[in-house]
């Protein structure tokens, strides 16, 4: 029969056998882990470790990387305390950029992420764009457009220079030859309806142009005639002639420049005669143009601002003076200061 008596609960000491078996597999287990750990030191390090979850206790993290073997949860036997082996490896190690965090982190702990690395290339230079250089400034209307101007017969203290230096900058007279002006020339209609041309030739048509008989398609002058009739400058005598070769009287020139500016008298052309002595000379067709001429500042008097002499041929330099003075009242040029302009 057999024995019907319970095994018995004490445990049976190991045998000699078993103790051998036990150190050949720890033996084992540390050839094979020394040897992976050659192959890749970074295995060492005991935050990376994972211990299987048969051990009751918790594995002591060595000061150097090393081979530990954990003791035997299921003996009472201990084994011998185990010296760290450090590693040679082959291939030296990189260094982590920074600390390795594990990877999951204990309950209630605050993990602090690594600080970011600095960058070593430094920002784009901000570069700011250049002021743009100012323009340089449109020439004044009395700025000359040629050097400077010389007339042996104009002097520096002569009356009309500071009118006739201006238009001949401006070509406005280009009818001269060795240096001389001829100031005190007597003025062609057909002169002066080239002049009107060159202060105005920006001006827009008003009229019909004149098929006048005494002025040839051909002409050097026709334009000229056309342009200051058109314009309003200009009219004929009757019978459809112009008399180009004519001279022309004081009294023509201030009243083509007042009809050619569109100028009207604002007050009583007897009160504004008044001004010159001679006033009873002026002919009644161009009273109302001399009046309003005069109050615009075009009339130029010379020797005396009160002697309007109309009925007298106009010399060359009387007529720049007058032509000035209008191109002045139209804005083209600066206004001068003469002690023989009409002021009222």
């Known amino acids: 029969m057999s024995s019907s008596q319970p095994p018995s609960g004490e445990r049976n000491p190991l045998g000699l056998d078993e103790l051998i078996a036990i150190l050949v597999a720890f033996g084992t287990m540390g050839a094979i882990l020394f040897w992976v750990t050659g192959k890749n030191p970074d295995r060492l390090n005991a935050r990376n470790w994972q211990f299987p979850a048969v051990f009751s206790q918790p594995a002591v993290t060595p000061a150097t990387p090393g081979i530990l073997t954990p003791e035997s949860p299921s003996s009472d036997l201990r084994s011998p305390a185990t010296t760290p082996v450090p590693s040679k490896p082959d291939v030296a190690p990189v260094a982590p950029l920074g600390p390795i965090l594990p990877a999951t982190p204990p309950v209630g702990v605050i993990v602090v992420p690594p600080k970011p690395i600095a960058r070593s290339t430094p920002d ?181 601002r009160a002697l309007l002499q109309p009925n007298r041929t106009a010399t060359r330099a009387e007529v720049a003076a007058m032509i000035y003075q209008a191109m002045a009242k139209k804005g083209q040029v600066p206004a001068k200061a003469s002690e023989y302009v009409v002021r009222l």
């Open 124 to 304: 784009p230079a901000i570069t700011k764009p250049k002021a743009d250089k100012p323009k340089a400034d449109k020439p004044k209307a009395d700025k000359p457009k040629v050097g400077p101007v010389i007339l042996s017969d104009v002097p520096d203290k002569y009356w009309a220079r500071p009118f006739i230096v201006a238009l001949v900058d401006r070509k406005i007279f280009t009818d001269f030859t060795d240096s001389k002006f001829r100031p005190d020339e007597p003025m062609t209609r057909a002169e002066l309806a080239r002049l009107i041309q060159r202060m105005s030739d920006d001006k827009k048509p008003i009229r019909k142009p004149i098929d006048f008989k005494d002025v040839k398609d051909k002409s050097p002058v026709a334009p000229a005639i056309d342009h200051t009739v058109t314009t309003g400058y200009l009219k004929g005598y009757p019978n459809n002639e112009f008399r180009p070769d004519k001279n022309i009287p004081r009294v023509e020139v201030i009243a083509a420049l007042a009809s050619g500016l569109s100028l009207k008298p604002s007050t009583k052309t007897t009160k504004t005669l008044q001004v010159y002595t001679d006033r009873k000379k002026v002919p009644k067709w161009a009273v109302n143009k001399v009046a309003s001429a005069t109050e615009a500042g075009i009339v130029v008097n010379h020797p005396k």
